[in-house]
């Protein structure tokens, strides 16, 4: 199995997490939140989908399929490119109402399928490019950006799942 193997199966594993996460919830099961300080299903699904357009986006030097495909639209928010969940108040995150499970799902499926397609076509020397992002030392590269973008996509989905679990009880995973 070659290194690009690996990436593309880990990031695609995102999309099958969250299809058994969000089956059968409706958007009041998406907005729910155990708290005040806290973030909903929709919120956790909508902001790894978002920070992983953003910034492999950004690592294609392309725009996000936020802006380019109006996805924006779908969640009825504005076409703010900057805005992808990061230092979101809690008024902020209880005003966020989340679409249809399908529409976070189809946009999930969308950047995670771009995702693959941008890793196929890397070599390993790209991996070694670093990014011109001088507030972190050392400075990242391609490899520690794509590593860092999968973890925080499994730890927001794995978020999600735990909020499921608050909201449903036991018994609601698949196998």
């Known amino acids: 199995m070659e290194w690009h193997d690996l990436l593309i199966d880990g990031y695609g594993r995102v999309p099958e997490f969250l299809e058994n996460v969000l089956d059968g919830l409706t958007r009041d099961d998406l907005d729910w939140q155990p708290g005040r300080d806290c973030n909903s299903i929709g919120w956790l699904v909508w902001h790894l989908t978002r920070q992983q357009d953003t910034q492999m986006a950004s690592l294609m030097g392309e725009a996000p399929l936020w802006t380019v495909n109006k996805w924006y639209d779908r969640f009825n928010r504005p076409p703010d490119p900057d805005d992808i969940g990061f230092g979101?108040?809690?008024?902020?995150?209880?005003?966020?109402?989340?679409?249809?499970?399908?529409?976070?799902?189809?946009?999930?499926?969308?950047?995670?399928?771009?995702?693959?397609?941008?890793?196929?076509?890397?070599?390993?020397?790209?991996?070694?490019?670093?990014?011109?992002?001088?507030?972190?030392?050392?400075?990242p590269t391609v490899g520690v950006r794509l590593i860092s973008v999968l973890d925080d996509s499994v730890l927001h989905a794995g978020q999600a799942a735990y909020l499921r679990g608050l909201r449903q009880g036991r018994g609601w995973q698949k196998y």
């Open 88 to 139: 979101h108040t809690p008024e902020q995150v209880s005003a966020f109402k989340s679409p249809e499970a399908r529409t976070l799902l189809d946009y999930n499926h969308a950047v995670v399928e771009r995702s693959k397609q941008y890793i196929r076509r890397l070599s390993k020397t790209d991996l070694n490019r670093e990014l011109d992002e001088p507030w972190f030392q050392p400075l």
